[in-house]
């Protein structure tokens, strides 16, 4: 059950917290921060989809992101995100932001259509080559989603076992928390978590995991997939 392997870091140039979790599926953080040679790395491994979890809002580039000169032929970067920004009644219920596994599911109570596109959409690029998921940090909606997938015994290798989906959550958390560390722009709610304080801020994360691995198994998560 599952791949006896941890998610192995992606080095495309620019990228922020990337990694390659299984044949054809990758996950990272927010897609402008890839420089034009980093966009050429993600097509040579195949990529046929970037897959961007984010509110349309959300989708715009920073005086400190790199030039960008277009998507590679052959790739598409697409926005499907799982959240409605005009939901002023779910996004008032977080502050600031759904950004924990305690909330996935709230996300996929309010949200299983949007969810079930995205995860339809992530498995049909992974057929056609390779599929990025990314967010903003490439950890919490990407983390749902990835974990989600994980879960089906359709997808390369199998169904991840405990460990597997734990060392993907885990790379996730890790990779976004070593890039606040020394990020040249401070982000507005989130700062880096001391090695002091880590093993805690990693178990109640871990825990709440646990909790929506239990209550989505396989066939409820392939009942969100569009018919």
């Known amino acids: 059950m599952g791949m006896p392997t941890s998610p ?4 495309w140039d620019g990228a922020v917290n990337a990694w390659h979790i299984r044949p054809g599926l990758f996950r990272m953080g927010r897609a402008e921060w890839l420089t034009d040679a980093g966009w050429a790395e993600l097509a040579a491994e195949g990529v046929s989809a970037v897959v961007d979890l984010r509110m349309p809002q959300e989708v715009k580039r920073y005086e400190h992101d790199p030039a960008h000169a277009g998507v590679p032929a052959g790739v598409t970067w ?6 409605d920004a005009d939901d002023a009644g779910f996004r008032a219920r977080f502050d600031p932001y759904p950004n924990h596994p305690a909330h996935y ?3 996929l109570e309010r949200y299983p259509d949007r969810i079930g596109a995205a995860l339809a ?3 049909a690029a992974m057929e056609a080559g390779g599929a990025v998921l990314h967010c903003s940090a490439g950890r919490d909606r990407t983390g ?3 974990a989600l997938l994980l879960q089906l015994p359709e997808l390369p290798g199998g169904p991840a076992d405990r460990d597997e989906q734990h060392a993907v959550y885990t790379a996730g958390v890790r990779g976004i928390n070593d890039y606040r560390r020394t990020a040249k722009v401070p982000h507005p709610h989130e700062r880096w978590v001391p090695p002091e304080d880590w ?17 989505w198994p396989a066939d409820r998560v392939r009942a969100l997939l569009p018919r």
């Open 8 to 11: 192995i870091p992606v080095r």
């Open 121 to 123: 959409r992530t498995l």
């Open 105 to 107: 599911p709230d996300l």
């Open 199 to 215: 093993d805690a801020h990693l178990a109640e994360r871990l825990a709440a995991l646990d909790e929506v691995l239990d209550a």
């Open 144 to 146: 749902l989603l990835t």
């Open 78 to 83: 697409e926005n499907h995100a799982i959240e």
